[in-house]
Nanobody, 123 residues
């Protein structure tokens, strides 16, 4: 069984930064492809970024490119999402999700989900 625990959400002003972390545990955690999704109020959940077991990263939102950075610590099975220059439209609940093999922006492709962490960007 795989467990995912997110942390690092909070409240920031526009232009601020947050670093989210997703800690994966379980016997197969090192074999997981990990993705970040977000869901804003009243909107559907959308894929943000994904990293596979070879540390190949794919961003799915043009709006975050250049502002968000993904890194993976394979030794600790933790993925970090560094979010800089945050904008009000970045607000929402951010979820970490895991699957095997290839990255995907489709949430139904993921087998495991964390509980989510709230990100609020407000002046």
């Amino acid at each position: 069984q795989v467990q995912l625990v997110e942390s690092g959400g909070g409240v920031v002003h526009p232009g601020g930064s947050l670093r989210l972390a997703c800690a994966a545990s379980g016997s197969t955690s090192s074999s997981l492809t990990l993705g970040w999704f977000r869901q804003a109020p009243g909107k559907e959940r959308e894929g943000v970024v994904c990293v596979d077991t070879h540390n190949s990263t794919t961003f799915y939102l043009d709006s975050v490119k250049g502002r968000f950075t993904l890194s993976r610590d394979n030794a600790k099975d933790i993925v970090y999402l560094q979010m800089d220059n945050l904008k009000p439209e970045d607000r929402g609940v951010y979820y970490c999700a895991a699957k095997f093999m290839l990255c995907s922006r489709r949430q139904f492709m993921y087998d495991y989900w964390g509980q989510g962490t709230q990100v609020t960007v407000s002046s």
